[in-house]
């Protein structure tokens, strides 16, 4: 059974850092792209950023690039997302994705809660 | 970057109606077309990928329709678990945008 277990979100100050961590299992991890999508407090879905199997490309939004960093451990079958210069505006729910077809986010864990708040 | 619209924002109807939802592109996405559903408080689910196949496991009262620029999800006889928010999203390029979202609900 795949899944997708995310974690390390919590209450950090603006202008702080987080890691946030999503473990997979269930399915061959260096195989699948992965995305994390955030959803803000009553608000919609938002792409934040991709990495392919390999690790070797990445994308961002604007609205994260300089300050995010997606990574993944192949080894370990894990996916990461650096988060520096927390701002208000990053407080949201954050999951993790497993891109199958078309690029499409076919799996999704449970996501995490980011606050930044002073 | 390429824009997602969607219409409505909202819609009441009753279970057994027949719903659509549609999503305009602000340019030529072919089919790479995606949409989500959302119930609160859970993670989306994806529903149909390339704009009209079928993930596997979602019943076949949801289909997919379009090409280009427009595109619609329909719902053909709306079932109570099928109460939710709907999102489209294309991923022809990055940033993968989302539509903002409509919230189907129980008239």
């Known amino acids: 059974e795949e899944q997708l277990l995310e974690s390390g979100g919590g209450l950090v100050q603006p202008g702080g850092s987080l890691r946030l961590s999503c473990a997979a299992s269930g399915f061959i991890f260096s195989t699948y792209g992965m995305s994390w999508v955030r959803q803000a407090p009553g608000k919609g879905l938002e792409w934040v950023s991709t990495?392919?199997?390999?690790?070797?490309?990445?994308h961002y939004a604007d609205s994260v690039k300089g300050r995010f960093t997606i990574l993944r451990d192949n080894s370990k079958n894990t996916l990461y997302l650096q988060m520096n210069s927390l701002r208000a505006e990053d407080t949201a729910i954050y999951y993790c994705?497993?891109?199958?077809?078309?690029?499409?986010?076919?799996?999704w864990g449970q996501g995490t809660l980011v606050t930044v708040s002073s | 970057d390429i824009q997602m619209t969607q219409s409505p924002s909202s819609l009441s109807a009753s279970a057994g109606d027949r719903v659509t939802i549609t999503c305009r592109a602000s340019q030529n996405i072919i089919t790479y077309l995606n949409w989500y559903q959302q119930k609160p408080g859970k993670a989306p689910n994806l529903l149909i990928y390339a704009a009209s196949s079928l993930q596997s496991g979602v019943p076949s009262r949801f289909s997919g329709s379009g090409s280009g620029t427009d595109f619609a999800l329909t719902i053909s006889s709306l079932q109570p678990e099928d109460f939710a928010t709907y999102y489209c999203?294309?991923?022809?390029?990055?940033?993968?945008?989302f539509g903002q979202g409509t919230k189907v609900e129980i008239k």
């Open positions: 990495i392919s199997g390999t690790g070797g490309s990445t």
């Open positions: 994705a497993k891109d199958v077809y078309y690029d499409s986010s076919g799996f």
């Open positions: 999203q294309q991923s022809y390029g990055t940033p993968r945008t």
